[in-house]
């Protein structure tokens, strides 16, 4: 089984800083990418972030020059490091991670379970 272990959440005041972290663990062959998701309540999930094997970021417009996206391979974690924080940045954060679990696997997303962010204005 593979499982995505997300920590980090919590409540803050607009303007602070909070940093997410998730291990990903199981049988796990190899991961790919590995991404940030958010969804605010009444809307959809959208993309926060995403990082590539070799370390290419990308970030939706709402959350560039504020967030950084990174990851250890060496221990199958990503984070994401949130400065300068919106009222608007409320939401649960899900971790995703593109993965296979063995060789001949043709991969698949796993996400985790979600970690709640608040943010008081």
């Known amino acids: 089984q593979v499982q995505l272990v997300e920590s980090g959440g919590g409540l803050v005041q607009a303007g602070g800083s909070l940093r997410l972290s998730c291990e990903v663990s199981?049988?796990?062959?190899?991961?790919?990418?590995m991404a940030w998701y958010r969804q605010a309540p009444g809307k959809q999930r959208e993309a926060v972030a995403t990082i590539t094997t070799s370390g290419r970021a990308n970030y939706a417009d709402s959350v560039k020059g504020r967030f950084t996206i990174s990851r250890d391979n060496g221990k199958n974690t990503v984070y994401l490091q949130m400065n300068s924080l919106k009222p608007e940045d409320t939401a649960v954060y899900y971790c995703n991670a593109e993965l296979r679990r063995y060789l001949t696997d043709y991969g698949r997303a796993y996400w985790g379970q979600g970690t709640q962010v608040t943010v008081s204005s």
């Open positions: 199981g049988n796990i062959f190899s991961i790919n990418s």
